[in-house]
């Protein structure tokens, strides 16, 4: 699957035709599984045209998810490995040679990190903030704290921590002011803060206070729920609950994304 990406040439903005067809590229890229290549379409499309809708919005999430969730899975995994290996000779060749490997997942991630970051701080979000819109706003906070998240998972960094802290809770303001208490969005906030603050900043008890007024919030506004986002929400609602089970029976467990 080759991505072709047209570009117009009176002002090197991305025609409307061409645009729906970067746009066609990426959902063709999800659904062949080829994620990079879908992140290279949505952020063209994203560097052409910050204000995204919601669909385009969603798009560039699942593709840099799905491309950084898959070497959080391997950093994961190796990390493991390395633990294992060590108690057995810290000093072998083989705990070089994975620590060589894990390095390798590290300076991927971040370079993925990195990218994101940069298109959310320089084109997302000011396009957002000049808009009005609020759950985007929200949304792309959101994203941010994410995955200043992810790099503080491998990065031991009181100032990707704290850029994590300030996103999410720069977007909570927002949301407790401006979306609903069933809203998924502001749900899968409250999720991923309180996973934060749990497992970054060992903050338990503002995690699980995090997650608990999430999900009462939300229980109490759910006859009001909307018919199209009530799966979405009850689903992040079960996770909240989940997390909160596992937190305060003191048993390890990290229900976010």
């Given amino acids: 699957l080759v991505i072709a990406l047209g570009l117009h040439r009176g002002g090197g903005e991305l025609a409307q035709e061409n645009m729906e067809h970067t746009v066609y590229q990426a959902k063709l890229a999800e659904q062949a599984e080829r994620y990079d290549e879908m992140v290279q379409a949505m952020k063209k499309v994203a560097e052409e045209k910050p204000d995204l809708n919601l669909e385009q919005r969603n798009l560039l999430s699942v593709a840099y998810k799905n491309i950084v969730g898959a070497r959080r899975a391997s950093f994961r995994i190796v990390s493991s490995i390395l633990s294992k290996e060590e108690e057995k000779d810290a000093s072998s060749h083989t705990v070089v040679m994975i620590k060589s490997y894990k390095a390798k997942i590290e300076e991927e991630l971040e370079k993925i990190c990195s990218d994101i970051l940069g298109l959310l701080t320089n084109s997302l979000l000011p396009a957002a903030d000049k808009a009005g819109q609020p759950e985007a706003r929200v949304f792309y906070n959101k994203m941010k704290g994410d995955y200043y998240r992810y790099l503080a998972e491998f990065k031991d960094d009181a100032p990707v921590k704290q850029n994590s802290r300030d996103a999410y809770e720069l977007a909570k303001s927002v949301a407790d002011k401006d979306l609903q208490p069933t809203h998924p969005i502001r749900l899968g906030l409250a999720l991923n803060y309180s996973v934060f603050m749990f497992e970054v900043m060992?903050?338990?008890?503002?995690?699980?206070?995090?997650?608990?007024?999430?999900?009462?919030?939300?229980?109490?506004?759910?006859?009001?729920?909307?018919?199209?986002s009530y799966k979405d929400a009850t689903l992040i609602m079960q996770l909240l609950r989940d997390n909160l089970t596992l937190w305060t029976s003191d048993q390890d467990g990290d229900k976010g994304n």
């Fill in 202 to 228: 060992g903050e338990e008890t503002q995690a699980c206070e995090i997650a608990r007024t999430a999900f009462d919030d939300a229980i109490a506004e759910l006859d009001t729920l909307e018919e199209e």
